[in-house]
């Protein structure tokens, strides 16, 4: 391990034994004088005869670690205190001649290791089958300010605020380093490549790490029940193996596609179907893995789109074993080693060998759920929507969902007066994340946030309401409702709010109130001026009349004091209306009204 298969053994009536020898063979050169050096491999002898057994040493030879060293004596071999060798130190020989070392053995898993550091020198070896920049490969240790590493040849040291300096870029496979410290620590090289076994129905997979991803390296084969692809549904989950149309598991399990291409699964499936630590990946963590191929931000950004370079060639299986013929640009250079599951759709589907098409957990509109798609015929990678119904691969990412900012609805404003209002929204997801706060925003200018005035109404999802208060009467507000959890600040729809004004009828000293809707500031309640009052029974289409409804007399006074005068103002005939209003105001057209 890790391996690339190349070929099919057999079938599934007549299965043949498989033996992988995972071991592999290093080779170091080793120069006359001093080498510094390392092993990354473990063998099951690792004396200092068997590991340096691949060389021609001479009489007094010589090797050491930080603590013990051995001496070759012709006739005798190695003698000395260092007796046995350790992936985990650097060593350094001086040979009379130049010779090479080579040895077997099996990689290391790096992530599973790690190397004691003290203060001061430490000689040290380099686990990793990669090389790493040495930012990557001392990240564990959280180095501080002068810390220095050298090989036997460059250097580096580092500075804080400015990171690793020096000529030494790199540690490479095989290096010995000596690394000097002010600080106790534990060294760790992450591991790009191993294996976990699904505790659910004991199958092994392996994973690789892509930048700071790690992905499966195969697709997912979960299988607890299995449907014919004549069985399909956007809510409920369903499980399909390409090419089997019955529903027995043990039976679809025995299948070449299902060994070979995994399950696929319907979207209701795929979110519930990664194992314990592993889950879905979103849309935006495709993204990611795109663009550490070398697609462009903008290719990255686009709503959907079929990159012209060569990122699903870098992510494609090599050979035309699984994918047809060409397999057009596939290098796998990544590792990810995607396989052309096929996919199925309502009474039938695409077969094995044409496309690699893989689920994310985001949706797109509501055409339908963003995937990854793959072709044998094109080196580009496709961002496409799949209806939720339909049967496609899962490639499951290490680590828990990540979570999102919350989704947040607004409210309708109601109950506005003029320095109050009342709103509010709904917090229709969390994100994956505890809401810890949420309620309305608002500013004079479009899109408030947190950083301008705001309510806090409780946590947690559902529905809330929020009040508005401070508000300047006569003045237009933006509003939008948010909710907040680690992840960030969700904000709903914007809402336009105008709280009402006053202004003073100079005739006879009543108030009004005044509102702003668009760009006209309207009453915004009934006139009620009344210079005189006429019983109904009167009326002129000449002369103006005035009227207070349900009063019959002709005295001002009285009219005013009744409850209808109190509410709903006076009642105008077309002369009257044409000059009541007051300075400053006047009726509306029929155009204004429109408006």
């Known amino acids: 391990y890790p391996f690339e298969s190349n070929s099919i053994l057999g079938d599934a009536r007549d299965p043949v034994p498989l033996h992988i020898d995972t071991r592999i063979t290093i080779s170091k050169r080793l120069s006359s004088g001093w080498s510094w050096f390392s092993v990354n491999v473990e063998g ?11 060389l021609n040493p001479t009489d007094g030879d010589y090797i050491k670690n930080q603590t013990v060293s051995a001496t070759y004596h012709n006739g005798t071999g190695w003698f000395g205190e260092l007796t046995s060798m350790d992936t985990k130190e650097m060593y350094k020989i001086k040979l009379h001649n130049a010779d090479t070392l080579t040895f077997v053995g099996f990689p290391i898993d790096s992530g599973n290791f790690s190397i004691d550091i003290n203060n001061g020198w430490n000689w040290i ?3 990793p089958q990669a090389p790493k920049t040495v930012a990557e490969a ?13 090989d036997q040849i460059v250097s580096s040291a580092y500075y804080d605020g400015a990171g690793w300096f020096g000529e030494m870029s790199n540690m490479e496979p095989l290096d010995g380093y000596m690394l000097k410290t002010s600080h106790v620590a534990k060294l760790t090289f992450a591991s790009k490549l191993g294996s976990f076994t699904d505790s659910r129905d004991g199958n092994l997979y392996r994973w690789i790490m892509i930048g700071n991803q790690t992905w499966m390296a195969e697709n997912l084969n979960f299988l607890p029940v299995v449907s014919p692809s004549a069985t399909h549904s956007y809510t409920d989950p369903n499980f399909y193996v390409n090419g089997y149309e019955g529903s027995i598991v043990d039976d679809a399990k025995e299948t070449l596609n299902y060994a070979t291409y995994g399950t696929l699964y319907n979207l209701p499936a795929a979110m519930v179907a990664c194992p314990a630590g592993w889950h879905l990946p979103t849309d935006a963590e495709w993204k990611i893995l ?7 931000q903008v290719d990255a950004d686009a709503p959907d789109w079929r990159n012209t370079g060569s990122v699903a060639g870098k992510l494609k299986e090599t050979g035309t074993i699984h994918w047809l013929t060409p397999n057009v640009g596939a290098t796998n250079s990544s590792g990810f080693t995607a396989l052309p599951g096929g996919r199925y759709s309502f009474g039938g589907g695409d077969s094995p060998g044409r496309d690699g098409l893989f689920w994310s957990d985001s949706e797109g509109d509501p055409s339908g759920t963003w995937a990854r798609a793959m072709n044998w015929s094109v080196v580009g990678v496709n961002r496409r929507r799949y209806n939720s119904d339909e049967g496609l691969s899962v490639r499951c990412l290490k680590g828990a969902m990540p979570s999102v900012a919350p989704t947040v609805t607004t409210a309708e404003m109601s109950s506005i007066t003029e320095t109050s209002a009342v709103s509010g929204g709904e917090v229709v997801s ?3 994340a505890e809401v810890t706060a949420r309620g309305v925003c608002w500013s004079v200018s479009p899109e408030p946030t947190l950083a301008d005035n705001k309510s806090v109404d409780g946590t947690g999802i559902g529905s809330f309401t929020s009040s508005l208060t401070l508000l300047t009467a006569g003045i237009t507000y933006y509003v939008r409702a948010y909710a907040t959890n680690s992840a960030g600040t969700g904000y709903g729809g914007q809402k336009v709010l105008t709280t009402t004004g006053t202004f003073t009828d100079t005739r006879d000293g009543k108030e009004y109130k005044k509102i702003t809707i668009g760009t006209q500031v309207w009453m915004a309640e009934n006139l009620a001026f009344l210079p005189a009052v006429s019983p109904p029974v009167d009326g002129s289409e000449i002369d103006p009349y005035y009227y207070v409804y349900g009063y019959e007399g002709s005295n001002v006074s009285d ?7 109190d509410t709903y103002g006076v009642l105008y005939n077309w002369p009257a209306a044409l000059t009541a209003c007051p300075a400053g105001w006047h009726l509306p057209t029929d155009a204004e009204w429109t408006t």
């Open 44 to 54: 099951s002898d690792m004396s200092i005869a068997t590991v340096l057994g691949s």
């Open 125 to 127: 070896g380099y686990l």
């Open 138 to 150: 001392l990240s564990s240790i959280v180095p501080v300010d002068r810390d220095y590493i050298k």
């Open 290 to 296: 795109d663009m550490n191929q070398g697609m462009s």
């Open 430 to 432: 969390d994100g994956g």
């Open 559 to 565: 009219a005013k004091a009744t409850a209808n005068y």
